[in-house]
């Protein structure tokens, strides 16, 4: 018989992980890893020419945010948001305290109210007031409500 050849295995061809299973692999070309560093630098630049493309735009639209606030501030206007319509609605309350108005509780006068009213010597209507004025601004039913 002639000689043959030692056989080579997969260990003598490839690199064998250590960790079960194995995983056979072989190390890049000094080609291929120049091509993939080049390759991964070329990403790199095109993912912070993005992000700056991104913050530049950001950064105009903030500028024009302010341009708008300043230009309100300038005309007399409000800025906007809650606060402002916390403020009307402040205002509108003191002036309802300033007409008398009851902004949050309305008081009726019924013949149960007048009654508990009466035996703790209390006042069953808003002060100022008769149960006809008062039944009828609050709820109209002035077929419910005891009048003087």
Request: with cysteine; hydrophobic share 25%.
């Amino acid at each position: 018989k002639p000689e043959e050849p030692p056989v080579k295995l997969l260990d003598d061809l490839f690199h064998k992980t250590k960790a079960a299973p194995c995983i056979y692999w072989l190390p890049l070309t000094e080609e291929q890893a120049t091509q993939r560093a080049l390759e991964r630098a070329e990403r790199i630049k095109e993912r912070e020419k993005r992000r700056k493309e991104l913050q530049e735009e950001e950064d105009k639209k903030q500028e024009e945010r302010r341009e708008r606030a300043k230009g309100r501030d300038r005309e007399g206007g409000n800025t906007g948001g809650a606060g402002v319509v916390r403020r009307k609605e402040r205002e509108k309350g003191a002036e309802r305290q300033k007409r008398g108005e009851m902004a949050t509780e309305a008081v009726v006068a019924t013949p149960k109210l007048q009654g508990a009213a009466d035996a703790h010597g209390a006042v069953a209507t808003p002060p100022g007031t008769d149960d006809t004025e008062c039944t009828e601004r609050v709820c109209g039913r002035v077929d419910v409500c005891e009048t003087g």
